[in-house]
């Protein structure tokens, strides 16, 4: 008896801990995408390669200038020993003209490069796109136009200690 007696005044000692959190959290993420452009300028080129060819006039290319075409001056050439098998490869590809670059206003660009590769992706529209929270922590979302998302969240977390 004397031992249960000594436990109880050990137990009747020790605090009670019943520590108890509880959170609850709602968000939402509206968002609408950005208009945009991206240019790659492709330059020119000349080459020639050959066997039993001879260069008689050196050619090609032009100078870049703004507006217009590089352009380029053809070489002359001659077979080496007449008879003998020969070939010959003469390629120019035209580049892009050097253009002024673009400008955005308001967060608009007025004109697109015109270049060799360009890619563009046409902005959002927010349209209804719309988000409340009320004060029971409900969430209402509103699909909004193209190129819009609209994400909601709700999180209850129960900590006991």
Known sequence: MKKLLALAVILAAVPARADIT??????????VDGAGSVAEKI????????????????GGLGS??????V?????A?????????????????????ALSPTTVTSGVVGTLP????????????????????SPDFTTTITAGGAGTSAVSQFVSELLID
């Open 22 to 31: 509880h959170k609850i959290q709602s968000s939402i993420s509206l968002t």
């Open 114 to 133: 015109v270049y060799g590769k360009v890619t563009t992706t046409a902005g959002g529209v927010a349209g209804n796109l719309a988000g409340t929270i």
């Open 64 to 69: 870049l200038t703004s507006g217009s075409a």
């Open 77 to 97: 050439y001659s077979v080496t020993t007449a008879g003998d098998a020969f070939s010959f490869t003469e390629t120019y590809n035209e580049g892009d003209n």
């Open 43 to 58: 330059g020119s080129s000349y080459s020639v390669s050959g066997t039993n060819i001879t260069l008689d006039t050196a």
């Open 71 to 75: 352009g380029y001056t053809p070489a």
